[in-house]
């Protein structure tokens, strides 16, 4: 499976745009990205997922690099309730979701 | 709609016993698959079952094993319980099995093996 690299952590403060980054150099032609967050004691949450063009949802933005081998997720304007461990995963075709340890996100009031 | 529901929350078990955990996938989702999530680590993946048949599997011994209902819904089965196997494990339903399709996710059922 395709591998993807994160920041362990990263900080923000409160009602400011974060952007965070993923690498994933070895991405295939049809592996699609995604990204998943995990909220203290829950279950992951589905983010946003994309291809090769930026996608926007009304949780965040998903910028993609030219060659595809990094992208960015991006939350416009971080709140407490984003606090969370951010997933960026590699999906191929039926495979699943293969999650690696992610980026821890603090947002500081 | 629904989301993904899991039962039971929690569950304490002794070693060596057997453990069922059921899931009842969002409505319109024909594919399942279980994690299991030990403390500070991601999810690890299980298996995942497409329209009643298991669709591929992690690295996991056969004594975890499951099943698809009609409806969709599903169950995983650990036999010959390990203290190891202590975690928290969540099950994920999706529309269909292509990677253009997000899971969604249920908050879990926390095992605890003593």
């Known amino acids: 499976d395709a591998k993807t690299t994160q920041p362990n952590s990263m900080e923000s403060n409160e009602e400011e745009p974060v952007h965070l980054p993923c690498n994933h150099s070895?991405?295939?032609?049809?592996?699609?990205i995604h990204w998943y967050r995990q909220l203290p004691s829950q279950g992951p949450e589905y983010v946003i997922h994309?291809?090769?063009s930026n996608v926007n949802n009304r949780m965040a933005s998903l910028a993609i690099a030219e060659d595809r081998k990094s992208s960015t997720l991006i939350l416009h304007r971080a709140t407490l309730r984003d606090a969370a461990v951010y997933y960026c995963?590699?999906?191929?075709?039926?495979?699943?979701?293969?999650f690696g340890t992610g980026t821890r996100l603090t947002v500081i009031p | 709609e629904t989301g993904v529901t899991q039962s039971p929350t929690h569950l304490i078990k002794t070693r060596g016993q057997q453990v069922t955990l059921r899931c009842s996938s969002q409505?319109?989702?024909?594919?399942v698959s279980w994690y299991q999530q030990a403390l500070g680590q991601g999810p690890q993946f299980i298996f995942q079952?497409?329209?009643?048949?298991?669709?591929g599997r992690g690295n996991f011994p056969p004594r975890f094993s499951g099943l698809q209902f009609p409806n969709y819904s599903s169950e995983l089965n650990v036999n010959a319980l390990e203290l190891d196997d202590s975690a928290l494990y969540l099950c994920?339903?999706?529309?269909?099995?292509?990677?253009?399709?997000?899971?969604?996710f249920g908050s879990g059922t926390r095992l605890t093996v003593v």
């Open positions: 994920a339903s999706s529309f269909e099995t292509g990677s253009n399709y997000g899971y969604t």
């Open positions: 070895t991405i295939s032609g049809t592996d699609y």
């Open positions: 994309g291809l090769t």
């Open positions: 995963i590699l999906k191929t075709g039926a495979n699943n979701l293969f």
């Open positions: 409505s319109g989702h024909n594919t």
């Open positions: 079952y497409y329209r009643e048949e298991e669709n």
